[in-house]
């Protein structure tokens, strides 16, 4: 099999500009998926938005007075954004100290990472989010993973790995995070919103 991540880096390259323009506008709840993780850490907490693409949902956390940085793995993505501090990395080996976040928002990213690799991703996540940090994932719902083709006028193939609620609370919890709440809703697909924080 062609690897997932090079193969979603690449389309993602292609279709960069116009992801921007379609993910510009902000969906219906996406308003207080923000509060609820500024709600969670001290204000002007460091928050490094995983999966970025082009910013829409780092301007966001950033006009709640967080101190938020990007992270996406496709530099187009970053590019089509026009924002400062961001970085080009992947998710499984992020270039962050121990507990330096206070937080971790992540939306709609994971969904194109391979079920083999979430565990490592999520170890990632509880290895720089200090303790009594607080995560908000965002993925797919449903079973399996597979290639998907089309995408924003192309026909370009990307990855797309679904999951469960408990499978996922299941995998969140070895990883060393408590779920604090769990929400499902359609946009397009349908979408699990997990909230999680790190022990202390």
């Known amino acids: 099999m062609a690897d997932a991540f090079t193969v979603t880096r690449s389309t993602y390259d292609v279709i960069a500009p116009e992801f921007a323009k379609a993910q510009a506008l902000a969906y219906p709840e996406l308003a207080t998926d923000i509060r609820w993780l500024s709600d969670q850490i001290p204000p002007g907490g460091r928050v490094a938005d995983v999966g970025c693409g082009p910013g829409r949902d780092l301007a966001l956390l950033r ?4 101190r938020a940085f990007g992270i996406d793995l496709s530099e187009a993505m970053l590019r089509a ?46 290895r720089v989010i200090r303790p009594d940090g607080a995560l908000h994932l965002v993925v797919a719902e449903g079973d399996g993973e597979r290639w998907e083709i089309g995408a924003y006028g192309t026909q370009e193939r990307r990855w797309f790995a679904y999951h469960r609620r408990e499978s996922l609370s299941a995998l969140l919890d070895e990883a060393g995070f408590t779920v604090v709440a769990v929400t499902q809703r359609t946009h397009g ?8 924080r790190k022990p202390i």
């Open 63 to 66: 006009a709640q007075g967080l």
């Open 81 to 126: 954004g026009g924002h400062g501090g961001v970085v080009q990395a992947d998710m499984r080996r992020l270039p962050l100290r121990d507990g330096c976040l206070d937080g971790i928002w992540c939306q709609a990213a994971l969904l194109h990472v391979p079920h083999q690799h979430v565990p490592a991703v999520l170890a990632e996540f509880a």
């Open 189 to 196: 697909r349908d979408w699990l919103g997990v909230r999680a």
